[in-house]
T-cell receptor, first 115, second 108 residues
Framework: DARVTQTPRHKVTEMGQEVTMRCQPILGHNTVFWYRQTMMQGLELLAYFRNRAPLDDSGMPKDRFSAEMPDATLATLKIQPSEPRDSAVYFC?????????????FGEGSRLTVL | KNEVEQSPQNLTAQEGEFITINCSYSVGISALHWLQQHPGGGIVSLFMLSSGKKKHGRLIATINIQEKHSSLHITASHPRDSAVYICAAMEYGNKLVFGAGTILRVKS
């Protein structure tokens, strides 16, 4: 079964450290999303790509977060330096979105704890 | 005001009951997604709708584009349906905006 794969599944780090989360979207999907989920805020869109080009990263704190898609099989989300308020579950999702429609497939998430 | 509003926030039902979760949105959308998340679990896409109605097993999703409203129905609810149900509106340009979610608990 094709699925979206995220690594690491869990990450505990200290404040100030760099954190990189990776996502392997489903082959053939043209749109990749990064989301963050916290108890307080629910699901928030951080950034998304279409055909590897960043379309919108307005949901990300620009000074510390960066999202890239170096190739069609890898999307990365980097936090540098990390802060305790970044503790959350980070989800990646991909889909073949054509004219605004297309089913989305979510990864299992990366649970980040920043101490 | 959030662009996507869900109701109710919390819902407790007895096994076998018919359940409805509502979603209203204020933006122009190309599609609306219903997602399911079990406690501590990942997110599963249940439906993607751009018009009309879709059915999958005991789940039915409807959308009224003119009224900017969608509903998710669960017939003959079961404790395994207990989860968070999230409505997400895909705006033109592929930006996805989420509702706050509805926490459903089905008691046996």
């Amino acid at each position: 079964d094709a699925r979206v794969t995220q690594t690491p599944r869990h990450k505990v780090t200290e404040m100030g450290q760099e954190v990189t989360m990776r996502c392997q979207p489903i082959l053939g999907h043209n749109t990749v999303f990064w989301y963050r989920q916290t108890m307080m805020q629910g699901l928030e869109l951080l950034a998304y790509f279409r055909n590897r080009a960043p379309l919108d990263d307005s949901g990300m704190p620009k000074d510390r977060f960066s999202a890239e898609m170096p190739d069609a099989t890898l999307a990365t989300l980097k936090i540098q330096p990390s802060e305790p308020r970044d503790s959350a579950v980070y989800f990646c999702a991909s889909g073949l979105v054509i004219r605004g429609t297309g089913e989305l497939f979510f990864g299992e998430g990366s649970r980040l704890t920043v101490l | 005001k959030n662009e996507v509003e869900q109701s109710p926030q919390n819902l407790t039902a007895q096994e076998g009951e018919f359940i409805t979760i509502n979603c209203s949105y204020s933006v122009g959308i190309s599609a609306l997604h219903w997602l399911q998340q079990h406690p501590g679990g990942g997110i599963v896409s249940l439906f993607m709708l751009s018009s009309g109605k879709k059915k999958h097993g005991r789940l039915i999703a409807t959308i009224n584009i003119q009224e900017k409203h969608s509903s998710l129905h669960i017939t003959a609810s079961h404790p395994r349906d207990s989860a968070v149900y999230i409505c997400a509106a895909m705006e033109y340009g592929n930006k996805l905006v989420f509702g706050a979610g509805t926490i459903l608990r089905v008691k046996s």
